[in-house]
């Protein structure tokens, strides 16, 4: 024991008045194991719990000075020192946190790889206003450390360059965005708010030309330029334009005006208030105007015209203060003056200018637009030259084929421009070159032809009218050309436009004679360009002239062109005609026996009734029958019923009711089911009235498998009161037979029953309640109920009742019969 006291003693040296008899255990194990910490641990948690702070820090000073290498046993010591150092000003106690710092450098001698002693260290250095010595620790940390561990350091790096600012937190950034290019956009608004706004600009620029960059708050490409060019244009005058590192700020927003085509009007803007904000206000309205003429949208115009509006007015309401203040204070100054009348002279300039630019946008976005042409000349109102030049440059610009609009009307209000001026001339002029234009359309180019026959007839040149008109539809004799060819141009198919040949026989039909009106007609059957309606003029003309016969042949070559609908018309307008003209009769047979002879059945009726009408004035009856016959086989199924019965009538008031019998057995037969009950019932009331009871009651009985007694009811009955007035007791159960055997055939039917079964149950629910009701009423009043016709009353009611019969047996039954 005294040895190992003696030992300490001469460890301690000139310290031996601290030890205390009871640490003798910890200094004997510290010597036994001096290599190892844990003793020291244990040492100084012992100090720490029981010792003064002076203990405390000669333990740890012990112990960090015998294992200098020890992580532990330092980081214990700097937090210690450091923890008393917390509250203390770095200012007032400088000398103190030399002291600490010192113990960091120490520390680091050996430890200079231990992140976490360098990160204490540089906190602590943060509190002390010593911004150089922090910078160049942090750059040692950086120098010491291995990459991976960088971004422990680089956290604290930046939060201290931020607090540093100047040219300090710049120099920082640089380097750190160097490694961490991702953070760019934080560089980009410190150097904002540095007011390095030329650095800030080159920043912006590489990265938009680093494809691969991706902005970690997820803004857009445009997002990125958008701020570049509000930063460039809002501080334009500090921006740096004139060294090697500076800024070409129109280069760059012009190339953002090239790439960016849907925000041209915003970009145009920034550049000309970026030459506003640098005093340059020619150069600003140059990009104005250079802007209104280049871009392509309303929006972008209406951007930019009121921009320009703004600067003007705002250059303007500036003159006029300073004239003001000069006039006030009697300074005449005639350059002022005379500025101010300009700017006045420019700006009235550009509001008549604005609709003209504005329909230069239009034209720009499609220059094939009609209607924005015709809206350009309507501007320049009654300035001639102006309109024509539009016009030329119209036609110019304007690909037929593409054209959005009626492009002919184009050239049509151009000749127009020349024949108000009364300049006929230049109007034919402007008219021929019109109908050599590639139109898209063949209808295009025959607007065309006749808009100029129709100029020379305002202009009462009748002759020259149909002398260009015949030019138009001039052909060769035997034309092979196809109209809807769209291989061919509109002027090799021009010929066989019926617009155009309808004008010119109009036209040559109020100028000229029959004759050449006549040519014209054949001309247009010749190439086959006929319409029912060239048909019907061409044939009336030549009856208004008493041509009948020619206007008949007019008719039958119409029929050898058109089919079945269009035939039909032709039809009855020819045979109508023909009857009035009184032709012979077998000639007026061939015609009714060619127009039914291919005649579809739905255009069947009106032919057969019009032919049989004409047998009935002018020929025999009875081959009126025979078409009449003919007809009900002919005409459609809507038809025949009604055909049927025009017959039956026909034949019945020319050789009485008896040969109507046939006919009624043949439409019986023919007919739907439906029709056929109500032919039957005819058939039946026609026997009637001859007497033939016993005919009628078959006919009833032939229709009685067409009607089911649930849903045809009237037929039941009509045959019920038929037999109440002609038959007898035998028939009359006969009659009730048949009906019970039709309505046991239609219940076997699978699609009745399912329809029915609700109609029934409803029925019944009906019923009960309505005897319900009967009976409610009846007990209610005490009044005898009235026992239906054909029921007998029961003598004497049941035990408990009311003396009323039960409601079953007041419920009708339809088979009872009356014998009286």
């Not at 106690?93 to 710092?101: L, P, Q």
């Not at 970009?267 to 904000?277: D, H, K, N, P």
């Not at 921009?307 to 100054?333: C, H, N, Q, W």
């Not at 019998?661 to 023919?670: F, G, K, N, Q």
Request: glycine residues 4%; charged residues 30%; aromatic residues 10%.
């Amino acid at each position: 024991m005294g040895v190992a006291v003696e030992a300490v003693v001469r460890q301690m040296g000139p310290d031996l008045h601290v030890v205390a008899s009871e640490d003798s255990v910890y200094e004997q194990d510290i010597l036994r194991d001096g290599a190892s910490a844990k003793p020291w641990l244990t040492y100084i948690n012992l100090k720490l719990r029981s010792g003064t702070i002076f203990e405390q820090n000669l333990v740890m000073a012990r112990a960090c000075a015998q294992l200098p290498r020890s992580y532990k046993l330092w980081k214990l010591f700097l937090s210690f020192r450091m923890k008393h150092l917390a509250k203390l000003n770095p200012v007032i106690f400088a000398a103190e946190f030399r002291k600490v710092n010192a113990l960091f450098e120490k520390s680091l001698t050996l430890l200079h790889k231990m992140p976490r002693i360098w990160e204490m260290y540089l906190q602590f250095l943060m509190q002390q206003p010593v911004l150089t010595i922090t910078r160049r620790t942090f750059d040692r940390a950086l120098r010491s450390l291995p990459l991976t561990q960088h971004d422990r350091i680089w956290t604290l790096y930046l939060t201290f360059a931020n607090a540093a600012s100047s040219e300090t937190a710049v120099k920082v950034w640089r380097r750190y965005v160097q490694v961490h290019p991702e953070d760019a956009e934080d560089f980009i608004e410190l150097l904002v708010g540095t007011g390095a706004y030329t650095e800030a600009g080159r920043l912006f620029i590489d990265l938009l030309n680093n494809s691969r960059f991706s902005s970690k708050h997820g803004k857009a490409h445009y997002e990125l330029w958008s701020e570049m060019i509000d930063i460039l244009v809002e501080n334009a005058p500090e921006i740096d334009t004139e060294h090697e590192t500076g800024l070409n700020v129109e280069r760059i927003i012009r190339s953002g005006i090239a790439r960016f085509t849907d925000r041209r009007g915003k970009l145009w803007c920034g550049l000309a208030t970026y030459w506003i904000r640098r005093s340059s206000f020619e150069r600003a309205r140059d990009t104005f105007e250079e802007g209104l003429t280049t871009v392509m949208t309303v929006r972008d115009f209406t951007l930019v015209f009121d921009s320009y509006v703004e600067f003007e007015e705002s250059v303007i309401g500036t003159l006029m203060d300073v004239t003001s203040v000069r006039a006030e204070k009697g300074i005449p100054d005639e350059d002022a003056d005379f500025e101010l009348d300009l700017r006045m002279m420019r700006f009235e300039h550009l509001m008549d200018r604005r609709p003209f630019l504005l329909n230069d946008v239009l034209l720009r976005q499609n220059p094939n637009n009609v209607l924005e042409w015709e809206k350009r000349v309507a501007l320049w109102g009654e300035n001639k030259a102006e309109a024509v030049q539009t016009y030329t440059d119209a036609i110019a610009a304007i690909n037929p084929n593409r054209a959005l609009g009626s492009f002919h009307s184009l050239w049509a209000n151009y000749a127009r421009l020349y024949e108000k001026g009364g300049d006929l001339r230049n109007a034919r002029v402007v008219l021929e070159k019109a109908v050599k234009v590639p139109f898209k359309s063949v209808s295009e180019l025959a607007d065309m032809w006749v808009e100029w026959a129709e100029m020379e007839l305002r202009n009462e040149n009748f002759d020259d009218a149909v002398r260009i008109m015949a030019k138009a539809v001039q052909a060769p004799r035997r034309s092979t050309v196809d109209y809807f060819d769209e291989t061919l141009s509109p002027q090799q198919r021009v010929h066989k436009s019926w617009r155009l040949w309808s004008f010119y026989v109009d036209l040559v039909e109020s100028v000229s004679t029959l004759e050449e009106v006549r040519k014209v007609y054949e001309r247009i059957f010749e190439l086959r360009i006929a319409t029912p309606q060239t048909v019907v003029n061409y044939a009336n003309l030549l009856e208004e002239h008493q041509y009948y016969e020619e206007s008949f042949k007019v008719y039958e070559r119409g029929l050898d062109l058109f089919s079945y609908p269009v035939a039909f018309e032709l039809w009855n307008l020819y045979l109508t005609k023909a009857v009035d003209r009184k032709i012979g009769m077998e000639r007026l047979r061939d015609l009714f026996e060619q127009a039914v002879e291919n005649c579809p059945p739905k255009f069947a009726k009106i032919i057969y009734l019009m032919y049989g009408n004409l047998e009935e004035e002018r020929g025999l009856a009875r081959h009126a029958m025979r078409i009449y016959e003919r007809a009900t086989r002919a005409v459609a199924d809507e038809d025949r019923a009604d055909m049927f019965i025009f017959y039956i009538t026909k034949s019945a008031s020319n050789f009485g009711l008896p040969s109507t019998r046939p006919i009624y057995e043949r439409a019986i037969t023919s007919l739907p089911d439906l029709e056929a009950k109500g032919m039957c019932l005819k058939f039946a009331d026609m026997e009637k009235r001859l007497g033939e009871i016993d005919r009628a009651r078959a006919i009833y009985g032939h229709a009685s498998q067409f009607c089911d007694p649930r849903t045809n009811a009237d037929f039941w009955t009509k045959w019920e009161q038929f037999e109440v007035q002609h038959g007898n007791e035998d028939t009359f159960k006969e009659m009730l037979r048949i009906k019970r055997s039709v309505q046991a055939q239609y219940n076997t039917d699978v699609n009745f029953i399912a329809s029915q079964a609700l109609a029934r149950s409803q029925q019944r629910t009906d019923t009960r309640n309505e005897m319900s009701d009967v009976m409610t009423m009846s007990e209610a009043s005490e009044i005898d109920v009235k026992v239906p016709e054909g029921f007998v009353a029961s003598s004497s009611a049941p035990a408990g009742g009311t003396g009323v019969q039960a409601a079953s047996d007041l419920v009708p039954n339809p088979d009872v019969i009356d014998l009286d």
